[in-house]
């Protein structure tokens, strides 16, 4: 089943397992994968006027690894988003990482995005961008995340009920 479709970004090869999302493909010689766990989404505050009208939302976090024989890049990134300012068009990147060939990731250093100079922030998020994951995947993304959540939640429901 296609989890992002019609996108520049649809990836070669996409798998889900529980809670997780694994997405791949190819570029220019490198491997760029994206992983979306949802047990590490985080709760979108309720709205003030009603909290118990919607359902609670949740902000999925993901991990972008882009590889070649140099080594890897890896940005861990998320959706940062209040109640008033529903604005899923961009993930924020909220650490980065170079990992050397041979090197475990856990033993790489890894730095805070909003701690670089802001000319290497952009040209980080242009690279991004050049390799179909901007706006548009992001948008897609969160979708895919939200209709993945609420499947897994309706599953998880239906388990219980069996269980018990």
Same mark, same amino acid.
């Given at each position: ?13 996409? @798998? ?5 999302? %694994? ?13 979306? +766990? ?14 118990? !009208?919607?359902?609670?939302?949740? &902000?999925?976090?993901?991990?972008? !690894? ?6 890897? &890049? ?9 109640? *008033?300012?529903?604005?899923? +068009?961009?993930?924020?990147?909220? *650490?980065?990482?170079? %990992? ?11 730095? +805070? ?17 050049? =390799?179909?994951?901007?706006? *548009?995947?992001?948008?897609? &993304? ?16 239906? @388990?219980? =009920?069996?269980?018990?």
């Amino acid at each position: 089943k296609t989890l992002i479709r019609n996108h520049k970004a649809v990836v070669s090869t996409q @798998s889900t397992g529980g809670a997780t999302i %694994v997405l791949q493909k190819q570029f220019q010689g490198e491997t760029i994968r994206v992983e979306l +766990d949802l047990n590490n989404n985080t709760e979108l505050a309720p709205a003030e006027d009603d909290p118990e !009208e919607n359902p609670p939302q949740y &902000l999925p976090s993901f991990k972008i !690894e882009i590889s070649k024989s140099q080594g890897k &890049l890896v940005f861990n990134c998320n959706y940062h988003m209040t109640t *008033e300012e529903q604005n899923l +068009d961009q993930f924020v990147i909220s *650490e980065v990482a170079f %990992v050397a060939p041979g090197q475990e990731d856990h033993m790489a250093f890894t730095t +805070d995005f909003g701690n670089l100079d802001y000319v290497l922030i952009e040209e980080f998020e242009n690279y991004l961008t050049r =390799r179909g994951l901007g706006a *548009e995947f992001s948008s897609a &993304l969160f979708e895919t995340s939200a209709a993945f959540e609420h499947h897994n939640y309706v599953n998880f429901l239906k @388990s219980v =009920r069996d269980f018990v």
